[in-house]
C-alpha cells in the first residue's frame, strides 16, 4: 500500500516549457487534491476532484489544468511554465469515515522554473 | 483566508508538554477544528480533530474551549522527532473539503 504517490520529484523547467505532474492513490478515496507551498508559506488549493469525472478551481487556479483519469489518478498540468509557478507541489485524497475526513499527502514535487 | 490565529513559533524542552494554541474566534456550529503537521518539507499529516468536546489519541489531545473560539493541541512528551510545523484548520466535516491553511506554527523540540 503505497498510500499517495507523486511523480517526478524534481524538475527543472525553463519559462514557457510545459510539463504535467502526476498524481496515483491506492486508497480508493474519492477526493484528490492539488496544493502548491511556496517557501516559508502555508499550503494553497490549486484544484480539487470531489469524486471522478469532476474537477473543481481552488485558490490559485490560474495558469494550471488538471485531469482526473480515473479514481486512481490525478494530474496537474503546466501549459506554459512561468518562475512565479517555481514551488513544491502536493497531490492529496480524502476518505470520510464518520466525522473523520483525513487527507493523506504525497512526498511533493519540487519544481524549478527559470 | 485562514479562519485560524496561530503564534508563528514556540519552543520546548525535549520529554516536556508542549501546547500550541489556536484561536478561531469566527468558527460555526457545524464547523470542526483539525490539526496537521509538517515535517521538513515531508507531505502534511493528519494529526486530530474535535467538535467541541476534548480529543485524545496516540499522537495528541485537543482541547476545546466551551465557547469553542480556541483550542489548544498537546504532546504529551514532545521528543525531537515532534520538531515541525503545526497547522490548526477549521472546516466542516462530510463529502469533500478543502483545507485552508494559514502559516502555522513552527514547533522546535530541544534536547
Known amino acids: 500500500n503505497a498510500g499517495v504517490t507523486q511523480t517526478p520529484k524534481f524538475q527543472v523547467l525553463k519559462t514557457g516549457q510545459s510539463m504535467t505532474l502526476q498524481c496515483a492513490q491506492d486508497?480508493?478515496?474519492?477526493?484528490m487534491y492539488w496544493y502548491r507551498q511556496d517557501p516559508g508559506m502555508g499550503l494553497r488549493l490549486i484544484y480539487y476532484?470531489?469524486?471522478?469525472?469532476?474537477?473543481d478551481k481552488g485558490e490559485v487556479p490560474n495558469g494550471y489544468n488538471v485531469s482526473r483519469l480515473n479514481k486512481r489518478e490525478f494530474s496537474l498540468r503546466l501549459e506554459s511554465a512561468a518562475p512565479s509557478q517555481t514551488s513544491v507541489y502536493f497531490c492529496?485524497?480524502?476518505?470520510?469515515?464518520?466525522?473523520?475526513?483525513?487527507?493523506?499527502f504525497g512526498p511533493g514535487t519540487r519544481l524549478l522554473v527559470l | 483566508d485562514a479562519k485560524t490565529t496561530q503564534p508563528p513559533s514556540m519552543d520546548c524542552a525535549e520529554g516536556r508538554a508542549a501546547n500550541l494554541p489556536c484561536n478561531h474566534s469566527?468558527?460555526?456550529?457545524?464547523?470542526?477544528v483539525y490539526w496537521y503537521r509538517q515535517i521538513h518539507s515531508q507531505g502534511p499529516q493528519y494529526i486530530i480533530h474535535?467538535?467541541?468536546n476534548n480529543e485524545t489519541n496516540e499522537m495528541a489531545s485537543l482541547i476545546i474551549t466551551e465557547d469553542r473560539k480556541s483550542s489548544t493541541l498537546i504532546l504529551p512528551h514532545a521528543t525531537l522527532r515532534d520538531t515541525a510545523v503545526y497547522y490548526c484548520i477549521v472546516m466542516f466535516s462530510g463529502g469533500y473539503n478543502k483545507l485552508i491553511f494559514g502559516a502555522g506554527t513552527r514547533l522546535a523540540v530541544h534536547p
Open positions: 474535535g467538535l467541541k
Open positions: 469566527t468558527i460555526s456550529g457545524n464547523e470542526y
Open positions: 492529496a485524497s480524502s476518505e470520510l469515515m464518520g466525522s473523520k475526513e483525513t487527507q493523506y
Open positions: 476532484s470531489a469524486s471522478e469525472g469532476t474537477t
Open positions: 486508497m480508493n478515496h474519492n477526493s
